[in-house]
């Protein structure tokens, strides 16, 4: 196939996957509303029986309508996969530390009590903390009852498991502990601080600073302390670490040239929070950067590094230069960062992970 047909058929492919994506993600735009509309008044009968009242039924749904960024995300959510080694690169960046660091400070007292009363260690309560919400700066600003009802009602998959989680939340507001404006997460229903499901809340969630209540989106003690209650209902080993990179360990997630690293029972504990390799190391090594540990002394292998802060304020200059909307160049790869990379790799062919490497740039600066 001659190099201008590959390249049409190549563009063609692509807007026909999209295309195919879009609509498998779930309704189109076009009967969302309707279509969301009748699975409220369809629900609520299941409600008032689960015991969720008329007047918070119709409290928690005023004003809800179609979440279509969830529909979105629901179906793009495991397009694009960085490696381990980039995932960890990206989460455990030096400004994530850096603000480990400063939460510690300021939240020392009630971390060590946490720690005492759980017997979960607060570095680890901290990185979960970080990963989840970078320390409760992101918690998704999705009305929860609005994200959860759209994926239950017209997303192509999973629909009865969130539609126990909406049933979850609904009891939640029904026990006065939020209020439906305030119930604020994530696309998928992840919800405060510290990115609880619904049906996390009641089993785990806890008060952390004796008022009574349980305010994981407002009291960052609640927050910390339902962390550290999950961990270690979930069977957290005090006085034990995740771990330690060691050679001749029983884990080596880049295979047998890369970092190995000798676990315990409370990294296997870790992913019971996100049941992914690559989220248990990064809120283990974040857990270890934040008291002062090092970076692994073994390099990933065939890895690009990370950027520095001034390879990611060029990164930015170049895509900003080439008509992607990064904002202001500061060097801090946030989402909108993240997504122009994606959009750029994508055009150039390349496989769309977001990630800020030295080999981007270098690919950036010499690409027409």
Not at 13 to 41: H, K, M, W, Y
Not at 199 to 216: L, M
Not at 297 to 322: C, I, K, M, Y
Not at 326 to 338: M, S
Request: hydrophobic share 35%; charged share 20%.
């Amino acid at each position: 196939m001659p190099p201008a047909t590959r390249s049409t058929f190549a563009r063609l492919a692509a807007t026909f996957c999209l295309a195919a994506s879009a609509v498998l993600a779930g309704a189109p735009a076009a009967n969302a509303e309707p279509q969301l509309d009748a699975f409220i008044r369809s629900f609520k009968p299941t409600a008032l029986k689960a015991g969720v009242s008329s007047a918070t039924y119709d409290r928690a749904f005023r004003n809800v309508s179609y979440d279509s960024e969830a529909i979105e995300k629901f179906g793009r959510q495991l397009e694009f996969k960085l490696s381990i080694a980039n995932y960890v690169d990206t989460q455990v960046s030096d400004t994530r530390i850096s603000r480990g660091q400063d939460a510690l400070k300021q939240y020392g007292p009630v971390l060590n009590r946490i720690e005492r009363q759980y017997g979960v260690d607060k570095y680890s309560v901290l990185a979960v903390w970080g990963m989840e919400t970078n320390y409760g700066a992101t918690m998704g600003g999705h009305n929860v009852i609005a994200a959860i009802s759209t994926l239950a009602c017209c997303a192509h998959r999973r629909n009865d498991f969130y539609r126990k989680e909406l049933l979850a939340a609904l009891k939640i507001l029904e026990a006065g502990h939020v209020t439906p404006e305030n119930m604020i997460g994530s696309w998928a229903g992840a919800m405060g601080q510290t990115q609880f499901m619904p049906t996390n809340f009641n089993p785990y969630a806890a008060d952390g600073d004796g008022d009574g209540k349980r305010d994981i989106w407002n009291s960052v003690p609640d927050a910390l302390a339902s962390t550290a209650n999950f961990l270690r209902k979930h069977g957290w080993q005090p006085g034990q670490s995740w771990g330690r990179e060691a050679p001749g360990g029983n884990f080596k997630p880049a295979g047998p040239n890369g970092p190995t690293f000798a676990t315990t029972a409370n990294y296997r504990v870790i992913k019971r929070y996100n049941n992914a390799d690559s989220y248990a190391l990064a809120v283990a090594h974040l857990s270890d950067r934040i008291k002062g540990a090092g970076p692994f002394v073994t390099p990933w292998p065939n890895h690009s590094p990370p950027l520095d802060e001034a390879g990611r304020f060029e990164l930015q200059t170049h895509l900003a230069r080439l008509g992607y909307d990064v904002g202001e160049p500061d060097g801090k790869i946030g989402p909108a960062t993240r997504q122009a990379i994606t959009d750029w790799q994508k055009k150039q062919g390349l496989s769309p992970d977001g990630y800020a490497s030295v080999s981007l740039l270098r690919k950036m600066k010499t690409s027409r």
